[in-house]
């Protein structure tokens, strides 16, 4: 399989960017973003599956969840008001698997659903600081 490197576009290196070219209006920022997450929380769609097996069903402990189910990664993200966002990750081949790797991709995931909600509320602020 082909590798192709692109350029770097992760919230920090796009930051650094912006400081660099001096562009100092108002915006949100990485910081922003992460200043809103009040709560995180961690799980694979099989251990959702056994909770809604153990919460619904009088003999859930021979139930087994389908196996591709292990390979999905759920973060749930609690932001300061209280609204929740939701990111997840999947893994195509058991074999590469990890737990810490799906949490990381799926809290990015969850993450960048962030950027358009505090640009919206920002963009309010602007328009009626302007008087719009």
């Given at each position: 399989m082909?590798?192709?490197?692109s350029?770097?576009?992760?919230?920090?290196?796009v930051?650094?960017?912006i400081?660099?070219?001096?562009?100092?209006?108002?915006?949100?920022?990485?910081?922003?973003?992460?200043?809103?997450?009040?709560?995180?929380?961690?799980?694979?769609?099989a251990?959702?599956?056994?909770?809604?097996?153990?919460?619904?069903m009088?003999?859930?402990?021979?139930?087994k969840p389908?196996?591709?189910?292990?390979?999905?990664?759920?973060?749930?993200?609690?932001l300061?008001?209280?609204?929740?966002?939701?990111?997840?990750?999947?893994?195509a081949?058991p074999?590469?698997?990890?737990?810490?790797i799906?949490?990381?991709?799926?809290?990015?995931?969850?993450?960048?659903?962030?950027?358009?909600?505090?640009?919206?509320?920002?963009?309010?602020?602007?328009?009626?600081?302007?008087?719009?």
């Amino acid at each position: 399989m082909m590798h192709i490197n692109s350029p770097r576009t992760d919230d920090d290196s796009v930051e650094q960017e912006i400081r660099s070219k001096g562009l100092n209006a108002p915006r949100i920022t990485p910081q922003d973003v992460e200043a809103t997450i009040a709560s995180e929380a961690y799980f694979t769609a099989a251990e959702g599956f056994m909770g809604h097996a153990w919460a619904t069903m009088a003999d859930s402990r021979s139930i087994k969840p389908p196996a591709p189910l292990e390979l999905v990664t759920i973060c749930v993200l609690t932001l300061r008001n209280g609204y929740t966002i939701v990111g997840t990750s999947a893994c195509a081949a058991p074999e590469n698997f990890d737990a810490a790797i799906g949490r990381k991709i799926s809290r990015q995931n969850a993450t960048q659903q962030i950027w358009p909600l505090l640009g919206y509320v920002l963009k309010n602020v602007l328009a009626f600081s302007a008087g719009k």
